[in-house]
């Protein structure tokens, strides 16, 4: 493929109007960023420049990048620093044309460091009322639990959100997948369902299709955060197909944690053909050498993703999105009107 003719890909890709569906916040805390704060708050990490950062962020799996991301989330520790990291993404959104996004946001991550509730969401909610005023990005929150914690720890979570309950659509199940199976959060996705929340869960990440089957059977989710391990399953291809169950599929995640061994093993482009709803995102985009419009263009120059897989692509995340109907509509007429 020529040089040109990835550059004239790209730059579709980006004037594109995008939803982003699957983006933990932490995850898109970037280097420079992270040294700052680690000085400002006079918090010890092993690097001392962005080249030092950016080249330990080499992964042999989901662990070993979650040690890197619970240690770099460490340095979040006042109202500001929660408003920058917020601001730093939307910034992104703007630049990448990502219209509307939906944020994993995961309070069990700093409640060790001393960090309250009130003290993380008036930072985040001052970046989002900003940036909804000042360029009219559309943000949700999902609040996302740690599945390495106990069921009763996330419980307690749960009852700490309390407060802020009308900031979030749903909630979501991160963090490290083997050994913490969906049956173990049960007793939490029901309470959170009786109390209005929407839900997600990571699974078939790592983790095999029975996580998947149980995310969906047992924890009520509407949609699957990866899911990309379907494929060991018939059974499982044919219920999501047939009930159009959407996935966050994030390809550069998936190389960077060796879920794939390259961008070129990639199963996305198939389950798009066999009929899933599969949509693009960028997981931890710090992390992983890339933002959403970097993820389309590795699609496309591993895996010749065409103009009409990828204007599928943004459409089903428009349409799988906790938006209401009549937003999703509207963002899919000016995506239409766009092509
Ligand atoms: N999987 C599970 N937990 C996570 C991930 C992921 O890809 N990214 C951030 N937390
Ligand atoms: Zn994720």
Known sequence: MSLESQQHFSNWVASLPKAELHLHIDGSLQAHRLLSLARKNSIELPYSSVEEVEAAYQFENLQSFL???????????????????????????????????????????YAPNGVSFATMMSGFQRAISDASEGWGQSVLLILSFLRHMSEDECIQALADAQPYKGSFVAIGLASAENGNPPKKFKRLYQMAIEQGYRATAHAGEEGPPQYIWDSLNELKVERIDHGVRCVEDEALLAHLIEQ??????????????????????????????????VTINSDDPAYFDGYLNENFDALHQSLALTKAQALTLIENSFKASFLTQSDKDTYLAALAAHC
């Open 67 to 109: 040690d890197l991301y619970y240690l770099g989330a460490s340095v979040l520790i006042d109202e500001d620093d929660f408003y920058h990291l917020m601001m730093d993404y939307l910034l992104k959104c703007k630049e990448q044309n990502i219209v509307h996004t939906e944020i994993m946001v995961e309070p069990q991550t």
């Open 244 to 277: 159009q169950i959407a996935l966050t599929v994030c390809p550069l995640s998936n190389t960077k944690l060796c879920v794939f061994d390259s961008m070129q093993q990639h199963n996305v482009l198939e389950l798009l053909e066999q009929g899933i709803a």
